[in-house]
């Protein structure tokens, strides 16, 4: 399996946020290290299944992503935390994404690896993965998941059951035959999030299951 270190990079220089991006490293890496060390223990509070999102259907390049999403709480040193995490696959090109926004205390800050500079030029997951494996928004997911993999995933999901749907749209032809969306809607069936999230970043995972990086 790839590297599960805590170890964060910096920050593009051409990176925008609410914040400076300083303080926004300086601020997850504490979450990553309390997190790490167990001072921090995140409990799911819920849970958006994994779902097809297409941005335009309209278009001869269709582009889309299937994601699935998990709002975590926490409390340290008498102070309460809580995350939005997003965790995408791009599609068709297969590479991975996450979306971290802060929601208490609320400073403003959303983290994501597409927001970086170099992410556009990169072509397949192997890159996406030597890039960015240890961008603090990968290690934090990474950390807290491994926390919360085993709770009850499908008791958190907002929505009744007969409302569940994997995609709102027909699904175009361009993706019918993606290996990669299919093992996706298998976890969607089995609202399996701990599967979906090492489909998001593991390659080794995506190996076992017979699908090659693009």
């Known amino acids: 399996m ?58 001869q390049d269709i582009e889309a992503d299937v994601s699935h999403r998990f709002l975590v709480e926490g409390n340290a040193q ?18 991975c994404d996450v979306e971290i926004e802060e929601k208490v205390p609320d400073t403003g ?15 397949s997951q192997k890159q996406v993965l030597e890039r960015y494996g240890t961008h603090p928004a ?34 175009p032809s361009e993706f019918t035959g993606l290996t990669l969306l299919r093992k996706a809607q298998e976890m969607y069936d089995r609202c399996d999030a701990w599967m979906f999230h090492n489909l998001v970043f593991s390659n080794d995972f995506r190996e076992g299951l017979g699908l090659e990086d693009t």
């Open 78 to 95: 008498g102070r309460r935390f809580s995350y939005a995490i997003r965790e995408v696959i791009k599609l068709p090109s297969g590479l």
């Open 138 to 171: 990968v290690v934090f997911s990474k950390l807290v998941m491994g926390q919360i993999k085993t709770m009850d995933f499908r008791g958190a999901i907002r929505i009744d059951e007969k409302d569940r749907k994997f995609s709102f749209e027909p699904i």
């Open 2 to 59: 790839e590297d599960q270190g805590t170890s964060c990079i910096e920050l593009d220089d051409q990176t925008e946020y609410a914040l400076g991006k300083d303080e926004i490293l300086s601020h997850v890496n504490s979450m990553c290290e309390m997190t790490q060390t167990r001072k921090l223990r995140w409990t799911l509070r819920a849970y958006d299944y994994p779902h097809l999102f297409i941005s335009n259907p309209f278009v």
């Open 109 to 123: 800050y959303v983290m994501c690896l597409s927001f970086e500079r170099d992410y556009e030029y990169l072509v």
